[in-house]
């Protein structure tokens, strides 16, 4: 290996590295206000960029009708949940949320997709038509559990991811789809040609954690989300509320998948099942880090991205092997310094 | 009595019946397969009982796990021309190591590591399978040996048929065995319990460790079954999508009952077969899409029915024991001298962060006396008791128990120096019975392993824990609910109940936190005269308590905390008249 290949392979661990980051960040962040390890976050991922493709060819794509219909049943299931209690105000918010908004999303589709209205229309309309529909399953699926176990959330988010993979090859098919890149521009640094897409990846992804850094520090929403991370019944008890703070974790994730998943379509051929590979090494990430620690997660998850590009150089057919069993030794590792946890839920 | 067993007989007799099954004349072959199937699934599922229902832990690696043993017994089979009855001992060696591995790392941590690990490995291990030439790649192997016995070949899927439910008998009545077993008792108090289990002894990461291998094995088990039947392998059967259907048929049936296995894994296996016919129909076109209703399905009984459907079938009564009363005595401990130094704190510390809730706390207790430790609400005596048991490790200071240095050591390394203790927040696991709770106590005078326990050859140790558990239970009156659920008591009577499972550690030193809360004023005397018994008997104890009437009546001496430091120390009387000790209960006088 000469340098130039090594930094090639750096590059493309870097960028592939970013986009794990960004799905780590929002797995420790769903984890952290409501206690779901969210092993469908890949779905996300691969509806965004799906649904990017779509449009980027002009085409009405599936997706809206899979939001549509996600919305209808997180209004049957927020409508049963609080027959008792939901009236006036709440009920017109609750049908706005859950009807209004897709049915103004799939009108919206419907007219801007035929025309072809441009790359950053088409990226807004794509995160926005895949957005909601993280929130809605939050509402269907994990409300209702209210203090569950960690474990019984869990198997709720492999269910979900189950059902999601399902309903993806009814609304996108079974082929794979790519899309064209945002730029064509090349900028040559050295022996490196780093494509223009590489460069719209990185800063996005960093625009990204600013963000929600400034978010989660100077706004109220982000104050009571991180409260609410650190103790649910205090965070209740000063009249934040936990369930809202869910629909809120759920909206942001699937804001993250949606986003990473326009940005990663360019660069790579998605399937409708493929997300949950990409959402996995989010995740090899965000354990890395002890699924607590916000940049212990994004560095971790860009070592994955490198480490799975070098392993593909040198042996591709065991790059998921590798990728995946490297979770042992930190398991190990963790256990080691951990000690013994005799905690009870 | 009852007919002991008779009645947790019927599923086996079931299971057997349904062993003459396929040679119902007329029966389809095709249904005689997908009973196969279903038998095979069944052993998984009913791992998954022990792991997820019973242990509280869960595991998305099963299928690759039945992988392991199968590409164990196909290889040697195929390649080395080795007898596949060779390649179940392999095969349930391969697996049982695989889980070993990845068990070790996860199960010191909370429990969704393990089901994280799993989701990683199995899916790094389900591309070895299908990258690795000696397996064949994507192919698989192909062509390997059915069965023999006595030289005759079992290629019939009916044959296959009572070789495989004959597997699930076996993995039915080794289960049984295992949970009515010592170790299984240590499984089963991991749910809700897994603290108190320390507390008499239980290594709660092994016994983790023990149910995970316990299902790996079963899977690698029902793997080398596949194989055999099948006559080839590749890696599909082995992904992780499989490994959610084994899960999502313990959770359907009712994780926490072997019949419930049973019921999950014929459901599943059945719909999901008449699925795969209608849904590619429905949408026009081949592809999963059995997974939107598995999907669906798993959430919907999360959500409505999260015991499954077996209880709903079947009501939670815990059987009638049949308690052999001369069975000999377990070997007790010899007390120490009355009146020689038991147990010395000094200058114990505990800071959370800021609050120091323990303050340089030092005090010493006497063999064969009664001390009360007592103070306001927060005053730190809880956490003390913590500190003494090994539940939490002090920030500085010493214990010292006959001599021997405490400080710090793991909860069941406490309980082995013969200290047993109860807890402010009763801690007996409900799926069990009074009984079974108490019997949680005399772990460590038990040695019996898992496999005695599985084969049955732990019955005369057993009898010989459970007829101390039934003695302890008479000593502090509660003979008569030996057989109820534990948490059908009043909290009262739990709090006995604790007692009872303490004194069958055969304790030197009785740690009581808050015995009396919760009881009538007759059973506040009775707690007392058993406690000066045991005293007499040659016990020590320290409590915590809050009903002064009780405590002044009761202990030889007195220790007082507040806010964390000690105030007081000495006989009831002079302590009561301490004005310090006056000032923290009712406020300063100024």
Redesign the interface.
Known sequence: MDLSIFLILVQDGVVNGAIYALLALSLVLVFAVTRVILVAQGEFVAFGGLTYAALATGQTPGAIWLLGGLGLAAFAGGLWQERRRMRGGALLRHALFTLALPAAIIAATLVLAPRRAGIVVEVLLAVAIVTPMAPYLYRIAFQPLGNASVLTLLITAVALHLALTGLGLVFFGPEGFRAPPFSDAMILAGPLMIPGQAIWILGLTLALMLGLYAFFEKTLTGKALRATAVNRLGARLVGIPTAQAGVLAFGLAGFIGALSGVLIVPLTTVYYDGGFMIGLRGFTAAIIGGLGSYPGAVLAALLVGVAESFSSFWASAFKEVIVFTAIIPVLLWRSLRHGNGEDEE | MTRPGLAKLWPLACIALAGLVPWIPGMPAFWVTLLNYTGIAAIVAIGLVVL?GIG???S?GQATLLGLGAYTTAIMSKYYDLSPWLGLPAGLLVTAAGAT??G??????????L???T???S???Y??FA?LDLVGRNDGISGIPPLEVAGYRLLDARMSFTVIWLGVLLAALATMNLLDSRAGRAIRALK?G??AA?SFGVD??RTRLLAFVYSAVLAGFAGWLYVHMQRSVNPTPFGF?QS?QY??MA?IGGAAHIPGALLGAALVTLVNDRLQDILPKL?G?R??????????L??AV??WA?DGLWPLIARFRPRRRAIQADAPRLAAQTMPERGSTLLEVVRLRRNFGGLVAVNDIDFTLKAGEILGLIGPNGAGKSTTFNLITG?DTPSGGIVRFRGGDLTGR??RHVAAQGIARTFQHVKLVPTMSVIENVAIGAHLRGHASPLAGLLRLDRAEDARLYAEAARQLARVGLADAADRPATSLALGQQRIVEIARALCLDPVLLLLDEPAAGLRHNEKAELSTLLRRLRDEGVTILLVEHDMEFVMGLVDRLVVMDFGTKLADGPPDAVRADPRVIEAYLGSVE
């Open positions: 997820t509280g832990m869960t998305f591995l990845i070790a790392v996860t199960v010191r941590l909370s429990g969704h590591y089901a994280l690990g989701i990683a490995w899916v790094g291990l591309y070895t990258n809700g897994a603290v320390a709660t990461a999508y959610i899960l999502l959770v949408f076109a592809g999963n899409y059995e997974s939107i209703v598995f999907g669906m798993l959430i999360l959500q999260p539940v793991p909860a």
